[in-house]
């Protein structure tokens, strides 16, 4: 549909929010599970998107990717996890850290299905429903799918780059882990390059269609 800026900044702006929000809460849930108190203690374990939001990754960064791109990027605060809680600290932070993705994956199948409803509500003949909720579960699938893509870089300090350093062995561990801190400068390298795109957006693409063939035109 042709929509203008304001209308999709209001179709995407929920799922965007959400999927970060819920992205990091899976962090803190996974933590306590393991063992670790540290975000329980902060008031962390919350689905509440007020918990979460940072002024710049959660706030600034949204708003002006998408009226620069017409997308919607950024992230939330991180949760804090400390790994000597853990009772396994190498194998449950791998564990930890994979829990921000797995959500991300559980929540675009849930937009799909809103979109599988969407559908349903049209052939009932209730499209002044079904085309708001059908956008927005279109949004929320592609959002959280990049999302879960991003993060699983093997790039510190990003989810797959921790999951990395809690597989290998200590040798190649810590010079991987003391990349870190050159992390966001290695990203932004690769956008501004173009590479990242040129890897995430045909699995991206992929995954998108597979998941909407097989739960809304399946």
Request: no cysteine; glycine share 10%; charged share 10%.
């Amino acid at each position: 549909m042709d929509l203008n800026l304001i209308q999709k900044f209001s179709i995407w702006i929920l799922p965007a929010l959400f999927a970060i929000t819920v992205h990091e809460a899976a962090h803190g849930y996974a933590a306590r599970y393991f063992g670790d108190p540290t975000a329980a203690s902060l008031g962390r374990l919350s689905l509440n998107p007020l918990r979460h939001i940072d002024p710049i990754g959660t706030v600034l960064l949204p708003i002006a990717t998408f009226f620069l791109s017409g997308f919607i990027f950024g992230w939330a605060k991180p949760v804090p996890v400390d790994a000597r809680n853990l009772r396994n600290p190498r194998r449950d932070m791998a564990w930890v850290a994979l829990a921000g993705p797995g959500s991300n994956l559980a929540m675009a199948l849930f937009w799909a299905l809103m979109m599988a409803l969407a559908q349903w509500l049209a052939g009932m003949g209730m499209g002044e429903m079904a085309v708001p909720l059908a956008l927005m579960g279109q949004a929320g699938v592609m959002i959280n799918l990049l999302l879960m893509l991003f993060n699983l870089l093997p790039i510190p300090p990003l989810d797959g780059g921790r999951v990395l350093v809690s597989l290998l062995p200590p040798a190649l561990a810590l010079p991987l882990a003391r990349l870190e801190p050159f992390g966001l400068l290695i990203l932004i390298a690769l956008l501004v390059s173009g590479v990242l795109w040129a890897v995430l957006g045909p699995i991206l693409l992929g995954m998108n269609s597979f998941i909407i063939n097989l739960l809304v035109h399946g």
